[in-house]
T-cell receptor, first 114, second 113 residues
Framework: AQSVTQPDIHITVSEGASLELRCNYS??????LFWYVQSPGQGLQLLLKYFSGDTLVQGIKGFEAEFKRSQSSFNLRKPSVHWSDAAEYFC????????????FGTGTLLAVQP | GAGVSQTPSNKVTEKGKYVELRCDPI?????LYWYRQSLGQGPEFLIYFQGTGAADDSGLPNDRFFAVRPEGSVSTLKIQRTERGDSAVYLC???????????FGSGTRLTVV
């Protein structure tokens, strides 16, 4: 069965520091991979997605993610975190097929220290 | 509208009551999804509409849950005989194309007391 694991429930970084959020997936073929961000009281917003091709994907707000097939990972990175990046981040895998439904991880809550 | 609208934003109901949650997708989006997000969890898929029909309802937890989209636009998620375990944020998303290219609404927080 498809699944997504986000090992870090909560991460705190200092403003200006680099960030890496981990995501591991289990899927039989090459999946569609996504990162979403959820701010308090807001809906989920798509940061970036990987379908095929270049394994380094650029997204909005200065985020990027790298697909590593050998490690079944799709980690999210940002070189310099801003206070406004504090939010919850969800990795998701899309099995595709007829329904396009997504399977989400449990999320990583990011706190940013001044 | 400019985004996906969900009403109400908050709903408190008594155990055993019936509730309806509404989703107004982006105009022209043919695909509509309902997800449920419990505290400390990621969203879990409930049901997917393509147009008026439910193309995949495999995520509905039991027969107390039902959803409709009669005109291919607005959708209503209906929960009968609510239980405390139904308390969660119910998210709606719509898409015009592509896997995962959703626009999510802000959700309806349902509390069953």
């Amino acid at each position: 069965a498809q699944s997504v694991t986000q090992p870090d429930i909560h991460i705190t970084v200092s403003e200006g520091a680099s960030l890496e959020l981990r995501c591991n997936y289990s899927y039989g073929a090459t999946p569609y991979l996504f990162w979403y961000v959820q701010s308090p009281g807001q809906g989920l917003q798509l940061l970036l997605k990987y379908f095929s091709g270049d394994t380094l994907v650029q997204g909005i707000k200065g985020f990027e993610a790298e697909f590593k097939r050998s490690q079944s990972s799709f980690n999210l990175r940002k070189p310099s975190v801003h206070w406004s990046d504090a939010a919850e981040y969800f990795c998701a895998v899309g099995p595709g097929g007829a329904t396009n439904k997504l399977i989400f991880g449990t999320g990583t809550l990011l706190a940013v220290q001044p | 509208g400019a985004g996906v609208s969900q009403t109400p934003s908050n709903k408190v109901t008594e155990k055993g009551k019936y509730v309806e949650l509404r989703c107004d997708p982006i105009s022209g989006h043919t695909a509509l999804y309902w997800y449920r997000q419990s505290l400390g969890q990621g969203p879990e898929f409930l049901i997917y509409f393509q147009g008026t029909g439910a193309a995949d309802d495999s995520g509905l937890p039991n027969d107390r849950f039902f959803a409709v989209r009669p005109e291919g636009s607005v959708s209503t998620l209906k929960i009968q005989r609510t239980e405390r375990g139904d308390s969660a944020v119910y998210l709606c998303a719509s898409s015009s194309q592509g896997v995962g290219d959703y626009t999510f609404g802000s959700g309806t927080r349902l509390t069953v007391v």
